[in-house]
């Protein structure tokens, strides 16, 4: 069955203090990998796409990167506004003409001033 | 360019009531998916439509259905709410039905009580 993990669940870091977010995914065929910002009440925020491993993708403090099996999301030099959920998901190969994409539960990011 | 909207914002229905939750995709979109979400955890899938046609199913049940228009517009219906159908729900637009760097709209809290 095709999975999506996310780890940490919540992750609490100090300003300027960089880390990773992981997403591990099992998935019988990946077309593609999906990373997402989402904060409180609203729709998640589309920020990468990686179709292949070692494929690298950066945006302001936030770079993704992909392997056979994961996903990293690194975040370097932190600042409050980067507060969120981020969200990784995948979307499998053979669904025909349906493109259905499986998301992970997220990781809540805090950082603090 | 006009981003994906979703109305209303939020709702409260009895359990047992039908309800239509609405989305207006983004143009020159013509995929539209719906994602259901729980508190704390990511979007599950339910459907997608591409030219006015569903085009996968997640694992809902049939009093959950949908349709979409001519304009690339959406409705989710659900018939005989439950209580376990509290959630935001979430409308997702792409350009083709690849999925990738689907725009999500703000989502629709609905709350049944």
């Known amino acids: 069955e095709d999975q999506v993990t996310q780890s940490p669940e919540a992750l609490r870091l100090q300003e300027g203090e960089s880390s990773s977010l992981n997403c591990s995914y099992t998935v019988s065929g990946l077309r593609g990998l999906f990373w997402y910002r989402q904060d409180p009440g609203k729709g998640p925020e589309f920020l990468f796409t990686?179709?292949?491993a070692g494929e690298e993708k950066e945006k302001e403090r936030l770079k993704a990167t992909l392997t056979k099996k994961e996903s990293f999301l690194h975040i370097t030099a932190p600042k409050p506004e980067d507060s969120a959920t981020y969200l990784c998901?995948?979307?499998?190969?053979?669904?025909?003409?349906?493109?259905?994409?499986?998301f992970g539960s997220g990781t809540r990011l805090s950082i603090r001033p | 360019e006009t981003g994906v909207t979703q109305s209303p914002t939020h709702l409260i229905k009895t359990r047992g009531q039908q309800v239509t939750l609405r989305c207006s995709s983004q143009s020159g979109h013509n995929t539209v998916s719906w994602y259901q979400q729980a508190l704390g955890q990511g979007p599950q899938f339910i459907f997608q439509y591409y030219r006015e046609e569903e085009n996968g199913r997640g694992n809902f049940p049939p009093r959950f259905s949908g349709l979409q228009f001519p304009n690339y517009s959406s409705e989710l219906n659900v018939n005989a709410l439950e209580l376990d159908d509290s959630a935001l729900y979430l409308c997702a637009s792409s350009p083709r039905d690849r999925g990738y760097g689907y725009t999500f709209g703000s989502g629709t809290r609905l709350t049944v009580v």
């Open positions: 998901a995948v979307q499998a190969e053979g669904y025909s003409s349906a493109s259905k994409i499986i």
């Open positions: 990686l179709y292949s």
